[in-house]
């Protein structure tokens, strides 16, 4: 009964360690990016404010999610810091409002600035400054589960909202070197066409176009393209960045432009965009949601189409914050 009583006494004291460990941790960890090392190398990064974990998925989620979590700065005090910042801004990620945006991650070891101009800068710091961290540690940490609305618009309604729908984990598209053929800026722009697809009939847009992709620095398609590049597929995922041809990421648009090769069937015409998108088959405009919509949103549309060469143009353009474009379709019979 003693030797009981002894082990009931040795835990009970033990405990309060225990739960001290536990309310610790987030607080030892806030401002860091962790890695999961029992698992496969997830990473999260850990809020300042809430002590909260992000999951930071694929590189354009990090890049997204660690943009999300930023802290508004003015040029002039960031200016005074020079590339090392003072502790009472450790962990945090730094936004120069001032300055298009620009993102700087404050490493909580050294304090050193470090830039997040693309997603793969974030995802090459998630990996590099990361902490692996053990499975066990990691659920003390709560986890704060954001995402953004999705608006589905079906095959009659197409200029009409008719269901909110969460995103899938981890199903943001994400833009990689592969989608860029080629750029130009606005001084090579001198007889550049439309590039005609390769005379194969196939009915996906990955495979059988190649986009002339206009790039303007407005709103409204005004002007001459600031720049211009070719592209696989239009399948872009900037979070709040914008594409490389541009210097701006809020209010700029883009032209794409392909023929492309269809067998003779109905086709199911998929969108998914932020903020606005018109989609014209031979000049004629058939898919449409022109506004600042504000969210990301889903419209889908069906064409019946004769065998053979069609164009396809794709308008679009962001308003602010976050940017996404992406077009494909279908034979569905």
Known sequence: MRKILILLLFLFLLLP???AQAESLPS??????LLQVQSHGEAWYVNPDSQKRFYLGRPADAFKIMREQSLGIANKDFNSFKTIAPARLSGRILLKVEDLGKAYYVNPLDLKMHYLGRPADAFSIMRNLGLGITDSNLALIIVDEKSSPIIIVDNSEVQKPVEAVAPETGAV?????DNIIATSTADNLAGETATTSPAVADTTASSTCVWLAEYFDNKSLFGSPFAT???KTIDFDWGTGGPEQLTMFDRFSIRYTANCNFLDGNYEFRTVFDDAIRVYFDNENFLQSWADNNREMIFNRERNITAGSHEVKVEYYEATRYAKVKVSWEKIN
């Not at 030892?28 to 990016?33: C, E, F, K, Q, S």
């Not at 598209?173 to 070197?177: D, E, G, R, W």
């Open 229 to 231: 590049s070719s592209v």
């Open 173 to 177: 598209a994400t833009s990689t070197p």
């Open 17 to 19: 360690l225990n739960l």
């Open 28 to 33: 030892r960890l806030t401002g860091r990016i």
